[in-house]
């Protein structure tokens, strides 16, 4: 079993950043894809950000590209969500997520694991 525990949120202003961290547990995801979802009030939760095992290959949502930047540092068993010129709409409960494949996934059924979430307010 792998354990995902998000970190990093918190109230910005728009235009300010955040740096997400999601560190892993139980066992080692250096070959597990790893990636970004976000679930406002109302919404359902959707992607936001994936990364291969390698961390060569990354894919992100149109809403985000060019704002936000995915990593991921294998050493360390953890993965990270860069989110500068953050605007209020980005205000949401951020979940990591882990899917064995290793690939660049979209969609959220394919995952394995998921964290309990952190929460990012953008405030206008």
């Known amino acids: 079993q792998v354990q995902l525990v998000e970190s990093g949120g918190g109230l910005v202003q728009a235009g300010g950043s955040l740096r997400l961290s999601c560190a892993a547990s139980g066992r080692t995801v250096s070959t597990y894809t790893m990636g970004w979802f976000r679930q406002a009030p109302g919404k359902e939760r959707e992607f936001v950000a994936c990364?291969?095992?390698?961390?060569?290959?990354?894919y992100y949502a149109d809403s985000v590209k060019g704002r936000f930047t995915i990593s991921r540092d294998n050493a360390k068993n953890a993965a990270y969500l860069q989110m500068n010129s953050l605007k209020p709409e980005d205000t949401a409960v951020y979940y990591c997520?882990?899917?064995?494949?290793?690939?660049?996934?979209?969609?959220?059924?394919?995952?394995?694991?998921w964290g309990q979430g952190t929460q990012v307010t953008v405030s206008s």
């Open positions: 990364i291969n095992w390698s961390g060569r290959d990354t």
């Open positions: 997520a882990a899917d064995r494949g290793g690939g660049l996934v979209v969609y959220r059924e394919m995952y394995d694991y």
